[in-house]
T-cell receptor, first 116, second 112 residues
Framework: EPEVTQTPSHQVTQMGQEVILRCVPI?????FYWYRQILGQKVEFLVS????????KSEIFDDQFSVERPDGSNFTLKIRSTKLEDSAMYFC??????????????FGNGTRLTVT | KNQVEQSPQSLIILEGKNCTLQ??????????LRWYKQDTGRGPVSLTI???SENTKSNGRYTATLDADTKQSSLHITASQLSDSASYIC???????????WGAGTKLIIKP
């Protein structure tokens, strides 16, 4: 069964450094998402992306964050200057058809980001 | 305010036993309700998606129910296995133009 893949599985970085988290969504999916989950807390929406542009973003997704689909397969999340509070699991998800609202979201296994 | 509340927060049962997890929501409008299983350190995996008109939906040993009038859902796990140990998250969709509303999850531990 096709799956969403994320790399790296774990990233450790120093405060103030830039990080890029990478995702390869399922190949025929059109809608892409980034979520984060701070340890022990709820999953939180960051951003959705369709047709090479951001569809929606949350309050968390401030100017430090950006997303890109640099080619036909990768979908990246960049954090420009990491803060301690950015430490979390970051999940990429994709979906075939957003307009069919009961289509499932497929999640990757996440990147654990640790900011020291 | 749109909210999804789950109970219990955590649950420990013996292998082979059944259990039921609860989800109450105050989300409007309502499009569908989803249950996800999240193994520790992994991404959520969809178990069921139920729309307004569906009262029950099964996926193997998992059976979800939905009462749209009382805004309650439950996830029943039959004949639990060690691999069922995970967090189970209830998620409500207000519609395709809205973001999903996530519950905090129930952490289920199955003991041999």
């Amino acid at each position: 069964e096709p799956e969403v893949t994320q790399t790296p599985s774990h990233q450790v970085t120093q405060m103030g450094q830039e990080v890029i988290l990478r995702c390869v969504p399922i190949s025929n999916h059109l809608y892409f998402y980034w979520y984060r989950q701070i340890l022990g807390q709820k999953v939180e929406f960051l951003v959705s992306f369709y047709n090479n542009e951001i569809s929606e973003k949350s309050e968390i997704f401030d100017d430090q964050f950006s997303v890109e689909r640099p080619d036909g397969s990768n979908f990246t999340l960049k954090i420009r200057s990491t803060k301690l509070e950015d430490s979390a699991m970051y999940f990429c998800a994709s979906r075939a058809d957003r307009l069919i609202d009961n289509s499932p979201l497929h999640f990757g296994n996440g990147t654990r980001l640790t900011v020291t | 305010k749109n909210q999804v509340e789950q109970s219990p927060q955590s649950l420990i049962i013996l292998e082979g036993k059944n259990c039921t997890l609860q989800c109450n929501y105050t989300v409007s409008p309502f499009s569908n309700l989803r249950w996800y299983k999240q193994d520790t350190g992994r991404g959520p995996v969809s178990l069921t998606i139920m729309t307004f008109s569906e009262n029950t939906k099964s996926n193997g040993r998992y059976t979800a129910t939905l009462d749209a009038d009382t805004k309650q859902s439950s996830l029943h796990i039959t004949a639990s296995q060690l691999s069922d140990s995970a967090s189970y998250i209830c998620v409500v969709s207000p519609g395709s133009n809205y973001q999903l509303i996530w519950g905090a999850g129930t952490k289920l531990i199955i003991k041999p």
